[in-house]
């Protein structure tokens, strides 16, 4: 059970993680940035693509499915979008080369959202392409609530000509129960999380079993539209709910998380013969995720501060 204190900092941690003075402060300091690093390995395979198929090759040997991600978002320019698009093409084509079945995720503020949804639409277009040629999938990830409407606008287009496609959806946000009901109508995968993201009180559901219940009635909807989707959360009593339900003999259902989270229950359902797949990023731009890992759980906190001092430990074993 998280305590109000423990709410209180994971909701002031989220805000400090968007600060880009706090981040740049972090980044530029020769004593800080490398006891950050340290931590976050944990959570991040490395900064280097061949760090994410590394990982991701080790998961696969041991019977996980996976999700890679170079991490990034909120790309300000069209050179820094056209890099990142062309780092995720490198990384759809080594891995369709080493024969590595993946699901490639992204932000699509990472390829150029913010600068015009158009010019998103574009590089995901080309991402879709190269994927299709090797039988890859790809996942928009999530973002915050004011970008949705974007999201959603570009994703329904793509996945129109590509149906390997699929898009994320947070269970927080009120609007997302109708969102729902639309995506249902197009083909693409629909991974459900709970939304880790900071927002106004009136257009999202607080961490609570009423935030439960709408993740639930969420994923009731897909199955009973017989609709491919991954179940994203590390919330064991959902997981219960679930099996509850008969949910996961369905070839279409499957359970996500995040590499360095939970790795006792990624373990405990895989050996049930349950689908779980595992969610690995790499990339320089880690800041943003880590901290986010913390205030999803902030008894990570005690946990990363152990990783500062002595190294994060090396959580295959649990896998």
């Keep these: 059970m998280i305590t109000k204190e423990e709410k209180q900092f994971a909701e002031a941690l989220k805000s400090v993680s968007r600060n880009l003075k706090i981040k740049e402060y972090i980044q530029q300091s020769p004593e800080l940035y490398p006891l950050f690093q340290r931590a976050a390995k944990r959570f991040v395979a490395g900064e280097a693509k061949k760090d994410g198929i590394a990982i991701g090759q080790k998961l696969t040997d041991l019977g996980y499915r996976i999700s890679l991600e170079f991490i990034g978002e909120n790309t300000m320019s069209r050179e820094a979008c056209i890099q990142a698009k062309d780092e995720f093409l490198r990384l759809i084509q080594a891995c369709g080369k080493q024969g590595l079945h993946t699901r490639i995720s992204f932000d699509l503020s990472h390829i150029g959202l913010?600068?015009?949804?158009?010019?998103?639409?574009?590089?995901?277009?080309?991402?879709?392409?190269?994927?299709?040629?090797?039988?890859?999938?790809?996942?928009?990830?999530?973002?915050e609530s004011n970008k949705v409407e974007r999201v959603l606008s570009v994703y329904k287009k793509a996945v129109s000509q590509h149906e390997h496609i699929g898009v994320t959806i947070q269970a927080q946000l009120y609007r997302s129960l109708e969102d729902l009901k639309e995506l249902l109508n197009y083909p693409g995968t629909i991974r459900l999380v709970k939304g880790a993201f900071q927002e106004p009180a009136d257009i999202c559901i607080p961490r609570s079993d009423t935030l439960n219940e709408r993740y639930l009635e969420l994923v009731a909807l897909c199955v009973q539209a017989n609709h491919a989707v991954s179940i994203a959360t590390h919330d064991e009593t959902i997981y219960k709910r679930i099996i509850e339900q008969d949910y996961f003999t369905k070839p279409y259902v499957e359970a996500e998380m995040l590499y360095g989270v939970r790795p006792d229950l990624c373990n405990q359902l895989k050996s049930e013969k349950r689908p779980v797949r595992v969610y690995v990023t790499y990339g320089s731009e880690w800041y943003l995720y880590f901290t986010h890992r913390i205030a999803e759980y902030p008894p990570n906190m005690y946990v990363a501060v152990r990783d500062m001092i002595e190294g994060a430990e090396n959580t295959f074993e649990y896998y």
Excluded at 136 to 141: E, K, N, P, V
């Design 114 to 143: 913010v600068i015009d949804p158009e010019f998103a639409l574009q590089n995901l277009l080309e991402m879709a392409k190269e994927a299709n040629k090797y039988g890859l999938s790809l996942m928009i990830s999530a973002e």
